[in-house]
């Protein structure tokens, strides 16, 4: 049973066709790429997958169950962690706080906890840190913990968006555009960070990006949108030599 | 894993900078600041009790010696207004009665009050707890023993502090605008009202009390609680419909609440109208309002700091990745909501039974104007802020009393300065630690454990 499987989904925004017949089979373990030129809809599968917008056809399956309609933040709590593209962090909260949120879905002890201070809260909150602390070491950013984000260099920024995406415990990882805005340096440390996570968590990831060398560098398989249609799929090298995707990334010759 | 990037560079971080000044040669003014931050929590309670006592046993007779009409009641400042030929006096008798003793006591107590803290700190936190309230509770007591009208101040101000907490909570915490707090005040006023004066009290509105009076003060508890629990379920009318989208909905929407809550009362005669409601039973004692806004403290800090309480930070800064963290946004806004609502509710019962009256007309735009000053002066997402802006303003408030209509320009020049300078107000964004204030504090050389 594949571990998120998209078939026929299409999103319309008012009279505009954003995303159409998507479909996505995503294996356990797997490190997936979306191409796509600026525009073409990447985000908005992300948007769509993750509940923020629901899909106006169309089934997205989580390990076989339904997710169509759900929550947000119920669909996050079954398994599916994000990044954001323009990185949105929590800017009064510190890096620590930031991770310790993520397992929010993960706390038991309710109102009652919240309010009167009671052990098992204490005890809840003690394993929750403990286990951020974990995370932020695995991501290098342990000694940020208790800065607010908005004063940590940028790709550590990228890095405290990821381990808080780790920390809801996910089985599918989706990074929207996670170089971008980052120099070639920041570039290979963030490559080396997806794989380190890939490896020790086992998560599946799908990535969108931008940049062809960081896709060809990590993804087996690659699918290119183009005005919300998948019009190419397959290994990095059919990538590159399909002719759609050159002409949607350069034009076609006579045009050009 | 490798990481290329640099630790943010120094002088970025109010910490280092901080550091960086303590090394430059210290002031006097550095230097009388830092012989008084070895004083702990505890030695300044000691200091503010022998102040009380000093007031207690020498303040009628130093008053006289100053050539003051009376006891100064609020650090002399009503006196200073009225004549100001005696501003000398006054001052003389404010450092003469507080400053001096407050400041020689906490210093010279500091070792045996830092080694004391220390004791405390190595026990259980509660318990060091009640010994700090109790001692703060003991010198309020007799401060407020000596004036009747201080006692009325400082019971207006600790439902402030309840008030001007809740607020925040939505305004701070949550970053929402509601301007329904005055609304919520009023159903836990009449609420938690119609239940002592239905049973306990012999008055027009309701006829014969039903229970016998020595029950009562068990009772009151339970009259409050009800009181907090109808406004937190107005809170909740108000809550669905708003919270379904964010922007502006909430502060249009909670505005409307507000009028509808005092125009309902206004024509319900039995509720009394316009003309209100009195009799209530004298319940708001000190020692009852002082626990209440204890209790409040208690349990939004706790809250504020649980990760239930910080989602409200996260939704604030950014909802969606709130909600792709997890967080249940709307659980979180209508729960945070409603404490709020629940807290203003048992400060409207409380203030109900401090003034034995109420009307509808106490629960207007005015009063939603002072809360929500108090709120941005002390500073957002912040308990201490809280308790600071709403005893500052109250006080503040009290103190310019001579000066009538002047008084209402004075205090909303002081809250323009402060959006100028502090747009987030004085003391934003600060976690209310309980176990770092009551801490020993130790000099570089260091005295106690």
Redesign the interface.
Known sequence: MPLLQVSGMTHYFGGLRAVHRYHLTLEPGEIRGLIGPNGAGKTTVFNLI?G?HTPTEGKVELEGRSIVGR???QI??LGL??T?QNL??????TVG?HV??????Q?G?G?I?????TPR?IAE?RR?AENSMRLME???VA??RD?LVG??????QRRVEMA??M??DPKVLLLDEPTAGMTP??L??MI??IR?VHRDFGVAILLIEHRLKFVMELCRRIQTLVFGEVIAEGTPQEIQRNPHVIEAYLGKEEIA | ????????TDS??PMVEFAVRAQTPPSAMQRIRSSFSVIPMLGWLTGILCAVFIERFFGDELAYRLYLPKLPVLFGCLIMFKTPVLIPSALAYVILVYVIPVTATARLTAGLTNRLAAILDRGPIAASCLIHLGLLYLALHYWTDLSDYRLLVLKLTMIAVMLTLSLNLINGYMGEFSCSHPGFMALGAYSASTVTLLLFSNDRLFGAAVLPAAWGSYCFPLALIFGGISAAAGALLVAIPSFRTRGDYLAIISLAFMFIVKSLIENLEWLGGPRGMSGQPDWSSLPVVYAWMVACIW?VN??VR??????L??L???E??????????RKTKI?AFM?GAFWAGVAGGLFAHVMRFVNPGTFGIQRLAEVLAMVYFGGL?SVVGSIFGAVSINLISEMLRPLEIYKWIVIPVILILVMIYRPTGLLA?REFDVKAILRPKHSGTGQGA
């Open positions: 993750t923020i929550r947000p933040h996050a709590a962690g994000r954001f949105l962090l929590w800017r009064h909260m706080e310790r949120m993520a397992h929010y879905s706390l002890y109102l906890g919240a309010l009167f201070g809260r909150e929750v695995m991501f290098d000694r940020y800065f004063n940590l260099p940028y790709g550590a808080r995406a920390a809801i340096e920041e290979v440390t080396g960070t380190q | 894993m490798r990481h290329d990037d640099q630790p943010p970025k971080t349990v706790n809250f649980s990760i239930y309480g910080k989602a930070n996260a604030r800064d950014n969606m990745a709130a909600e792709a963290m997890t967080v249940n946004t729960t404490l997402n964004f």
